[in-house]
């Protein structure tokens, strides 16, 4: 039985015998944590035992484990308990990427025949000319001097989004960004 205080945590142990010795180690059935420290106590046995740090204990030489005198089985049970310390990677919590992602936009970029998608109350932060639309109930903007792969990187970049873009790209986000006064891009 594992008892846990993380919940939705995914973890095994693996119990074996090596060279005549019964070890532990941590299975990490994921990659979003990693163990940092691991013990091993058997109260019947009065062991108590350390991880490595490739998380594996050695209980005991194969001969010791099983020989009554040494208590490491109380009525044919083996209870072993094991604490350890499990370092997680945290989720994602940039409010703004989160939002990139959501399809509740309710601002339209077009651009020839393909259009993005944005956050009012995001755009206007990022540039007053779009500021300036909104505040006359416009839901859409036209661009006409800008190609698609210029206007979505540069709005992406309003939610501090991560884009890889070549150098006359980059260079096009820089001239998009000056025509439109978005001066957070264009820094």
């Known amino acids: 039985m594992f ?19 019964f070890f532990i180690y941590v299975n990490e059935d994921g990659d979003e944590y990693l163990v940092k420290e ?10 108590q035992r350390f991880g490595d740090h490739f998380q594996i204990v050695t209980i005991a030489k194969r001969e010791e484990l099983f020989k009554p005198e040494n ?13 350890g310390i499990l370092c997680l ?14 399809d509740d936009k309710d601002f339209t970029f077009v651009v020839g025949k393909k259009t993005v998608k944005a956050h009012k109350f995001i755009i206007r932060q990022c540039s007053a000319v779009f500021a300036a639309a909104i505040d006359s109930n ?19 970049l309003c939610y ?28």
């Open 71 to 83: 208590n490491f089985f109380v009525d044919d049970i083996l209870t072993i308990e094991i604490r």
């Open 38 to 47: 691991m013990k091993c106590f058997i109260a019947s046995a009065n062991i």
């Open 160 to 187: 501090d989004m991560d884009h890889y873009y070549s150098n006359m790209t980059g260079f096009e986000i820089i001239k998009f960004a000056s025509t439109f006064d978005m001066p957070l891009i264009k820094n």
């Open 3 to 21: 008892d846990t205080i993380i919940p939705n945590v995914p973890y095994s142990f693996c119990f074996q015998f090596v060279n005549k010795e």
């Open 89 to 102: 990677e945290t989720p994602n919590l940039n409010l703004l990427n989160n939002l990139w992602k959501k």
């Open 138 to 156: 416009s839901n859409e903007v036209k661009i006409e001097n800008f190609e698609y792969n210029t206007v979505e990187p540069a709005v992406a």
